[in-house]
């Protein structure tokens, strides 16, 4: 994903995910939860951004941000990343162990409409799907909670969408998913692919340089 976040990122919404080296466990308890939201809203200080939707899971994250500007992504999620590793390391003892998370975060552009709608529902979801509670917003460590029980305080993390939600997102978070509808997102995640309307896709990822996402993988067929 370099290459896209060398190019124009400001304006651009887009999904951030990162995971534990080796399935390590990056949040084992409450505390480290509420360590990595502080490193969160640290990070923004610091480096301004719109956190529009985000879960923290038990060995990865995934976060959808739209920068201000050009180099935003990358100074943010720099920051972000580096200081949670080293915190990580000290209080665990374990610096000097290797690399706490698989490598650079992942990230891919998104459509702002139905699909950025689509999009914050599958990052919120991310718990309810894991089996780790009943209801979605019921999951203490994310954007979720945050608008639905969180303090005043706590909701200046987030930024206002730039598409109002449908009045019965809740519940649409909370329904059955459509299997294509992961598919799909999933395979933007695989493959650092934009995600949107077949035009818009196209569009961003000249415009991004990311035209070899969207070639099929594998070997090309003989005679192609």
Known sequence: MGRALRQTTGGVIYHVINRANGRVTLFRKDKDYEAFEEILEQAKEKHPIRILSFTIMPNHWHMVLQPFSDGDLSRFMAWLTMTHAQRW???YHKVGYG??????????????DEYFIQLCRYVERNPL?????DKAEDWRWGS???????TE????LLSPWPI?????YLKLVNDKEDKDLIKNIRHSVQKGKPLGSASWVTL????????????????PKKGS
Do not use: C
């Open 89 to 91: 390391h000290e209080h």
């Open 99 to 112: 690399h706490l998370y698989q490598g650079r975060f992942k990230s891919f552009p998104v459509e702002k």
């Open 129 to 133: 799907r894991a089996g780790l509670v």
């Open 144 to 150: 979720l909670w945050i608008r639905e029980r969180g």
């Open 153 to 156: 305080e706590q909701k200046k």
């Open 164 to 168: 109002s939600p449908d009045k019965n």
């Open 204 to 219: 961003m990822a000249e415009k991004l340089g990311l035209n070899s996402t969207l070639k099929p993988r594998g070997r």
